[in-house]
């Protein structure tokens, strides 16, 4: 693949359409503010306007629900050694769990275990209940690039609701830009650690694709304008530590990048289970003996 090779073609459209704009959100004057997208500038309705370098960003829409795909990468179902289901699976991250462009990725004191995985993110931009794939596109805002964090070390007692693994706070960035009327179809993706690739894919590799995600969900689940579909993964997610810089690029929706650090206070001790560092853990946080995943017992 060549869609990588230069950073200029990881950029978004910089010329926006007036129709359409590619949008973001920031703090501007203290206060959350949607901006148009003029490359070197974003500029407010109002015409106020920050220098793209210097905002302070924010996720590009305000969710009432953040909803993953568990699988979807055929790289990842590989990696795994899995078979995918008949239909796609699902879970939840809390909206307390989003974050910006240029945001600290919190690992909390006492956890060890946080993995990156790339994804591209879905946002609804009408209400959307009982469509099918060929009229699911017509309620999607746009698509932006996303995060989708994992902290392991919860995983031996949290892994059927991944609520702690993938829903704790700051384990969402999306970002930075909300891009309208992008095509998915072949589109580049890769995950960055310290500059260097550690992911790499394209959305064909994906089984299921954005339009079927959002018939498929919006059957028993009314989606709003705001809300986010989290698309999956491919291979090789993998831990990062406290000073990583990591990047997530998409062909044509841009790059969002993050800073891990260390959380200020180390998790409570008092209450609930603890983090573990089982063989479970180890195998989904650093890769490898993938055929004993959920076969062998939680360890302390």
């Not at 993953?68 to 078979?83: G, P, Q, T, W």
């Not at 902290?151 to 693994?165: E, K, N, Q």
């Not at 179809?185 to 064909?204: C, M, S």
């Not at 289970?273 to 076969?295: C, H, I, M, N, Y």
Request: aromatic content about 6%; hydrophobic content about 35%.
């Amino acid at each position: 693949m060549i869609w990588y090779q230069t950073s200029s073609l990881m950029t978004t459209q910089t010329t926006p359409d007036a129709a359409h704009p590619t949008t973001r959100r920031v703090l501007l004057d203290g206060y959350p503010t949607q901006v148009v997208d003029h490359g070197d500038r974003l500029v407010a309705g109002d015409g106020r306007s920050v220098p793209t370098n210097e905002a302070l960003h924010l996720a590009p829409s305000e969710p009432t629900k953040i909803i993953c795909i568990h699988l979807n990468y055929r790289s990842r179902v590989d990696e795994f050694m899995a078979k995918l289901p008949p239909a796609p699976t699902y879970f939840h991250k809390p909206i307390t769990s989003l974050c910006g462009h240029g945001a600290d990725v919190v690992r909390p004191d006492g956890c060890q275990w946080l993995n990156y995985e790339g994804e591209i993110a879905i946002v609804i931009g009408r209400t959307c209940r009982n469509v099918s794939p060929d009229e699911a596109g017509a309620y999607i805002a746009g698509y932006s690039v996303a995060n989708d964090y994992g902290l392991h070390d919860f995983r031996d007692t949290d892994a059927g609701s991944m609520l702690r693994v993938k829903g704790s706070d700051t384990l969402c960035p999306i970002g930075p830009s909300l891009v309208p009327n992008w095509d998915f179809r072949g589109k580049g993706i890769r995950t960055l650690v310290n500059g260097e690739v550690r992911q790499e894919a394209t959305t064909d590799e994906m089984q299921w694709d954005m339009h079927y995600l959002v018939a498929d969900l919006a059957r028993t689940i009314t989606l709003v304008p705001g809300d986010v579909i989290l698309s999956g993964t491919p291979a090789n997610s993998r831990t990062v530590y406290p000073g990583d810089v990591v990047t997530v690029e998409v062909e044509g929706l841009g790059s969002l990048t993050n800073t891990i650090v260390s959380g200020p206070t180390t998790i409570r001790s008092d209450v609930g289970a603890q983090p573990s560092e089982s063989e479970e853990v180890l195998s989904t946080a650093q890769g490898g003996d993938w055929e004993f995943r959920g076969v062998r017992p939680p360890q302390k």
